[in-house]
């Protein structure tokens, strides 16, 4: 049944992110359950990397099954444009309530890369309405925020983006405020606003964690100084927590960690638990305000056709029911701990050219000294290595890092650990 599987597979799918030239036969996964996805000939993997980084509770998780149950047979779906319904104010009202006080609407989406669209057109329209067009935003370098074109075009530019690139929008692009960088990232912010400050419109950021370059990471402070220079000159700020939201920086949101706070939330990824696709943007009133006018035309001409699908709402509810319960942080706590004394085990090895914690997220850079002909295929040989040890590890080039469901014991990432480990020394340079 799994040859089957893979064979109609290779005949009828294009997979993401794949060169289906080379790419090597997919796993077929029949079921999940808490850590743990099986595959069709009996194997089961550790999802150290909570399946792209969505998956909060474990998978096929009872509670938000039972909850996604039931909303199933009382309301699916209902257009959102003349309609609600109570999971989507339900939501609303549960996100509002955690999230910094000055957060006031919540705009629903269908994954973090229309989440960040919507962040984006609401500060570029934001100032459209009031009379002073702005078009130019901020991004850091190196900054990853999903791949349709508006989220591309605040994205860095690299080989995934080459093909579009003379159709993106431009976009000033400063230094991540890493240790070492802070100086240089604010200097160059100061600068933007100093030659043009009235044509930028916002500055868009993945708060103390850049996932896709590879879990770079910088400290709450530098950003804090960012913000404020942005709230000084009156720009927009745009939090992307598309991936950091949700527990997995230690606290609740990345942002959680700063004094200063944005004017626009980015959700997605664990919002669901990662059951299924979501996206949620939020605002502040004054954003919100902006908009509201006699004049149609300033209305918020977006929307898609799920818009606050009851679904997805229920699963967000049931997660973010989990998600609070004092044991959820606790493992959250936990697994933080863990990865800080794994971290301060191996940092000194031959093999480790940094090691990067930030609450349920640790990051290993491999040493891979001068001989980059040998480890070239590096990434290659890790994720297999993984794989053949039942870890699920999808490494960002010579990085690799664990960011496990919440649910995961302590055996469990001790095993990764130890895992690990062997790979230091199997793969050392
Ligand atoms: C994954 C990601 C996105 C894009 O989300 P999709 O659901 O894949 O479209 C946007 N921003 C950040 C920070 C992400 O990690």
Redesign the pocket.
């Given at each position: 049944m799994n040859m089957n599987l893979i064979e109609r597979d290779s005949r009828y799918v294009w997979h993401p992110y794949t060169q289906m030239q080379t790419t090597p036969a997919p796993i077929g996964i029949v079921r999940g359950e808490g850590a743990y996805l099986y595959a069709g000939d009996g194997r089961k993997y550790f999802d150290a990397v909570a399946s792209?980084?969505v998956n909060l509770h474990g998978h096929s998780h009872s509670y938000i099954a039972e909850k996604v149950s039931e909303q199933l047979r009382t309301l699916e779906h209902a257009m959102f444009a003349g309609f609600t319904h109570p999971p989507a104010v339900d939501l609303a009202e549960r996100l509002l309530e955690v999230l910094p006080s000055d957060q006031a609407k919540v705009f629903y989406s269908d994954?973090?890369?229309?989440?960040?669209e919507v962040a984006v057109k609401m500060a570029m329209q934001y100032w459209s309405n009031k009379g002073t067009p702005r078009n130019r935003l901020i991004a850091l370098k190196d900054a990853?925020?999903?791949?349709t074109f508006g989220?591309m075009s605040v994205s860095s530019r690299s080989t995934f983006t080459a093909p579009f690139s003379p159709l993106l929008f431009e976009v000033d692009f400063i230094d991540v405020p890493v240790k070492g960088s802070e100086e240089e990232a604010l200097e160059q912010l100061r600068r933007i606003m100093l030659e043009r400050e009235d044509e930028i419109a916002a500055f868009i950021f993945?708060p103390l964690v850049q996932?896709?370059a590879g879990m770079v990471m910088y400290e709450p402070g530098p950003l804090d100084q960012l913000l404020k220079i942005c709230r000084e000159h009156g720009i927009l700020t745009i939090a992307?927590e598309?991936?950091?939201g949700f527990g997995r920086t230690g606290k609740l949101f990345a942002c959680n960690y700063l004094e200063q706070q944005p004017d626009i939330f980015?959700f997605?990824?664990g919002i669901t638990g990662g059951t299924m696709?979501f996206?949620a943007t939020t605002c502040t009133q004054q954003v919100f305000d902006a908009f509201l006018s006699g004049d149609k035309l300033k209305t918020f001409f977006h929307g898609h056709s799920f818009t606050a699908n009851p679904l997805a709402c229920a699963a967000s509810l049931a997660s973010l029911d989990i998600l609070v319960e004092p044991e959820t942080m606790e493992s959250i706590a936990r697994i933080s701990r863990q990865h800080e004394a794994f971290a301060g085990k191996i940092a000194g090895h031959r093999s480790v050219r940094q090691v990067r914690c930030r609450g349920t997220i640790f990051a290993l850079e491999w040493e891979t000294g001068d001989s980059t002909s040998y480890f070239s295929g590096l990434r290659d040989k890790l994720y297999n290595f993984f794989l053949e040890n039942g870890i699920i590890m999808r490494p960002l080039g010579n990085i690799i890092y664990i960011m496990p469901p919440y649910c995961s014991t302590e055996e469990e990432l001790d095993f990764v650990y130890q895992t690990i480990e062997l790979a230091l020394e199997k793969f050392s340079a």
């Open positions: 792209w980084w994954d973090g890369s229309t989440a960040v990853y925020h999903g791949d989220a993945e996932g896709t992307d598309v991936m950091t980015c997605s990824k696709a996206g």
